[in-house]
Structure formats: C-alpha cells, structure tokens
C-alpha cells in the first residue's frame, strides 16, 4: 500500500524554523511532482510551494524567501524548509506527489506559530 507520511510539525515561536519531510513508502516508483499545501481553520487549502520533476520550484507570494521545497529521490522524500515563520503560517500541512502516473496525498500534519 503506497503511503505519503509527513513528520516534523510542532510548536514554533514567530521568527523559528521547521522543516517538514514527506516519505512515500510501498512503491516502487520515485517520487516525481510534488507539492506542500496548507490548510487554516475556516479556510480552503491553498498551494503553498510545488516541485517538477525537473527540479523546478513554484512558492505562493506569501512564503517566497522564506519557505524552501526540495527533494530527496534517494530517499524517495520530498521536504519543505520553513524559516521566519509567521503565526499566519500555523495551519495543518499536507504533501501532495505523484508516483508514476497516480497522485496521493499524506495524511497532514500540524504546524503552530505561537508565543
């Protein structure tokens, strides 16, 4: 059964840094596209940074400079590097990649910019 689990959510102070992983296990085939949304209480989950299978890199406005996609094909893991987090970054975070030609999605996990 081919998962996408992510790690690495938490509890920041403004101004910290997360890094999130998400690691596609029981498939054979390496992760292609890829891409971190993000979910806010009472909003719709929006595209938060996107990676072709070509390395090319795509941010929403609002987290350009300070979030990074990246990816790991050894590891079959895509990551997103958050730094200067701002409490409006606190949201449920979900990965989103394709394998082979089938498109999964992991199960979220939940960041908090807090003081």
């Known amino acids: 059964q081919v998962q996408l689990v992510e790690s690495g959510g938490g509890l920041v102070q403004p101004g910290g840094s997360l890094r999130l992983s998400c690691a596609a296990s029981?498939?054979?085939?390496?992760?292609?596209?890829a891409a971190w949304y993000r979910q806010a209480p009472g909003k719709q989950r929006e595209l938060v940074a996107g990676?072709?299978?070509?390395?090319?890199?795509n941010y929403a406005d609002s987290v350009k400079g300070r979030f990074t996609i990246s990816r790991d094909s050894a590891k079959n893991t895509v990551y997103l590097q958050m730094n200067i987090l701002k409490p409006e970054d606190t949201a449920v975070y979900y990965c989103?990649?394709?394998?082979?030609?089938?498109?999964?999605w992991g199960q979220g996990t939940q960041v908090t910019v807090s003081s």
């Open positions: 990676i072709t299978r070509y390395g090319g890199t």
């Open positions: 029981g498939s054979s085939y390496t992760i292609r596209q």
């Open positions: 989103n990649a394709f394998l082979s030609s089938f498109n999964y």
